[in-house]
Structures are given as structure tokens and as C-alpha cells.
């Protein structure tokens, strides 16, 4: 492990990184051509995760420029007191160590990633997709000159450019100590390196998020909402894949018409419970698991639930422990939902859309966990360390 650079250092290699990015946009976008050029596959999310456009790079650069800005998170002290025999105790936050990082075809956390790591002491490891290696391989190749740029070993962003067999053999016996890992991507992804990893993992990336219209809700923001948290990004893990309508909604036929109208307009396919099938627009659904699926595509699932305690169970049962939303004018029904829906990040009147660092303040994420061990919701520069003790003394020792 790298020793840890002073914080004027690291601050030094984030601010040049930014520059860089803003220096190499033509040769950026020209490596990643070459990944969309190549892609073969017809996964609406992964290519659109994949491309990077002159947004995407404002934003790598955006996020750099705010890490730098930010307090160091290392050294905070969140705990002290002097002991009866003199011994000054405190507890400061410190660096995991070295993190891993498995993701699929989304070259902004070869940026966003290794600079919430490289700021808070960690060194990291990024195996990034095939399908993303020229954009990835480019994005490094920067970190590296921007590390040398400030005499930093360049060992703290390596890139793994392993095969699937590669990758398991590392998991299952790392020829480095590995300190956390942080799969992000699908469900398969997941479950293949909590399968083969042998020290901590964090789950994320899987969303399935639900929106309940509740019987008091204004029905002009609830179609505002699920159109903007459908629509507007489908590869997204905070895009919204459920809706739960109250049997008891005023004017609820109306609703449902003309909510199926608004997503028709975006190519929505519409999936419907027994309660609601029949509308014109709508299909049958025919398998629970349904409820289960992150769909990650432009299409939705809407059913219809009793009351407040049926929508939460069912959000509890089906969901991804990720992101729901109550639409409602009531403010007491929605802290009893806020309460108790098991997720990450929970929402009143408002578009699940903004689960990210970013939009929280955070100034960018490594990932967004649905764990709830060491940190749930975004993961942003404050939630990658651990702690340490320190202990001061003048020759104590115990009875």
C-alpha cells in the first residue's frame, strides 16, 4: 500500500485530473467511439450507460473540481476523552485501504470512482466491462499522468483488465490485500462476487423503484413524477419501475387513462395487475416475478393496492431496498410511509430520479448501496473510511 499523500497532494492530482479531462475531451470521445462502435449487443441501458457525450465528460470534470473543494475526510475526529490515568483516547476516521471496484460499461466511475477513493487515502482497482475497456484503458492512462504530474505512485488507480475467469481467481485469492469490494451493475454481476469474494462486499446498482399515489395525492404532480423518474434515464438504478395507485383514488379511471397516454408518448410498454388490466394500452401481467424485476427498459409495471399498509408491503416484498415515492397532500400519511418502506432513500412528492451523490450533496458517489452495513444510499467521499483509535500516553500501563 501506497503511504498516504497529504491532503495538498491529493487535492494537486484531483484538480490536474479535471484539466486533463477538459484537455483530452476530442481523444476521450474518440475512445469511446470505438467502444459503441464495437458494442454488438441490443441492451438499451448498457449502451447508454456506455456512451460518453460532452455532458457526460462536464460531469466527470464537474465531479473532480467539487472532491477537490471538499474538507478532507480523513483524520476527523468523532470521538475523544482523557482517561483516569492520563491517556488521551480519540477515535479519527482513517482509509480502508484498497478498494475494488466491478462495473459494467460505465467509463464516468473509472472518474467518479477512483476520485472519491484517491481523496479519502484509498487506493483502488477498477475492472471495468470489455464493452468499455478503450474508454477505460484512456481515462487510467490520465489518472496516471496526473499521479506522476504530482509525484504520486501511480499503483493508487490500477485498472484489472481481466476476463471472467481472471476475475474469479482474483476474487477468490487476490495477490494483494483487498480491503472492501463494490460490485455495480446487474443482479448477475452481484451475485457473482458475493459468490467468489473473500473479504467485504457492497451491494449496489440494483433499483426496482416504487412510486404509491395515494388517495389525497394532486394528480397533475403524480404524472409529472413517474414520467420524469421513468423516462428520463432508463439505464439509471434510481429510474422508477413500479406504480402503486390507491383503490380508493378520486377520479382514478381518468388517471390511469391519461398516465397511459403520457407514457405511450415515450413508448412505454405498460404492464397491469388484475385490478387495472383491461385499460386500452395496458398488458396482462402473468408472473409475479414481474414485481421482483428491475426492467431497466422503457416499460412499467401499475397495480393497485388496498391502503397504505398493502402499498408498503408490497414495497417491502417486491422492492430493491433502493428508492420509493409517496405522492400524497397529507403530510402525516407520508412520514408513516416514509417510516416504514424499507429503502435507501425515500420520498415525498418528489421524482426518485434524485438518488444520487451529486443530487444529495455529496459531490459524486462510488456507488449507491442497498446494504445497510457500513452505509446505505450513495456512497460519497464522508462514508469511504473507516477509523482508527489513538491513544496518547507517558509510560501507562495496566493493573
Not at 477468490?172 to 467468489?196: C, M, S, T, W, Y
Request: hydrophobic share 40%.
Amino acid at each position: 500500500m501506497s503511504l498516504l499523500l497529504d491532503i495538498k497532494q491529493r487535492n494537486a492530482v484531483l484538480s490536474d485530473m479535471a484539466q486533463l479531462l477538459e484537455q483530452e475531451r476530442t481523444a476521450i470521445l474518440a475512445a469511446n467511439k470505438i467502444d459503441l462502435d464495437s458494442y454488438s449487443g441490443d441492451d438499451l441501458a448498457m449502451r447508454d450507460r456506455l456512451k460518453v457525450d460532452q455532458e457526460k465528460i462536464d460531469g466527470m470534470i464537474l465531479s473532480l473540481q467539487q472532491l477537490a473543494a471538499q474538507d478532507d475526510p480523513l483524520g476527523v475526529e468523532r470521538f475523544s476523552f482523557t482517561h483516569e490515568n492520563g491517556m488521551q483516547v480519540s477515535n479519527k476516521t482513517a482509509p480502508f485501504g484498497t478498494i475494488l471496484i466491478i462495473y459494467e460499461s460505465r467509463p464516468d466511475v473509472t472518474i467518479e470512482a477512483a476520485g472519491i477513493a484517491f481523496k479519502s487515502g484509498n487506493k483502488i482497482l477498477l475492472k471495468g466491462g470489455k464493452e468499455s475497456l478503450n474508454s477505460n484503458l484512456f481515462l487510467v492512462d490520465l489518472w496516471h499522468k496526473a499521479l506522476e504530474a504530482n509525484e504520486a505512485d501511480t499503483d493508487w488507480v490500477t485498472y484489472l483488465q481481466f476476463n471472467r475467469t481472471e476475475t474469479q481467481a482474483f476474487l477468490e485469492k487476490p495477490d494483494q490485500k483487498i480491503d472492501l469490494i463494490v460490485p455495480r451493475g446487474g443482479e448477475r454481476l452481484i451475485a457473482f462476487v458475493k459468490e467468489h469474494a473473500t473479504c467485504p462486499v457492497i451491494v449496489s446498482g440494483r433499483g426496482n423503484n416504487f412510486v404509491y399515489i395515494d388517495h389525497e395525492a394532486d394528480l397533475e404532480m403524480a404524472i409529472d413524477i413517474i414520467i420524469n423518474a421513468k423516462t428520463t434515464k432508463i439505464s439509471a438504478c434510481n429510474a422508477l419501475d413500479k406504480v402503486l395507485v390507491s383503490s380508493d383514488l378520486p377520479r382514478k379511471q381518468q388517471f390511469l387513462q391519461h398516465l397511459i397516454q403520457e407514457l405511450q408518448k415515450s413508448d412505454v410498454e405498460i404492464l397491469a395487475d388484475e385490478a387495472i388490466s383491461g385499460m386500452e394500452g395496458t398488458k396482462t401481467i402473468d408472473d409475479e416475478q414481474i414485481w421482483y424485476e428491475e426492467f431497466l427498459d422503457y416499460k412499467i409495471a401499475i397495480g393497485q393496492s388496498s391502503d397504505i399498509e398493502d402499498a408498503i408491503s408490497k414495497i417491502n416484498t417486491y422492492g430493491g431496498g433502493h428508492s420509493a415515492s409517496i405522492i400524497t397532500a397529507n403530510s402525516k400519511t407520508a412520514e408513516y410511509f416514509m417510516n416504514n418502506v424499507d429503502t435507501a432513500a425515500v420520498y415525498h412528492n418528489a421524482s426518485t430520479r434524485f438518488t444520487d451523490g451529486g443530487q444529495f450533496g455529496l459531490g459524486g458517489e462510488l456507488a449507491i448501496s442497498t446494504d445497510k452495513l457500513h452505509q446505505r444510499g450513495p456512497i460519497g467521499l464522508q462514508h469511504l473510511v473507516t477509523n482508527k483509535w489513538y491513544v496518547k500516553g507517558d509510560g501507562q500501563t495496566r493493573k
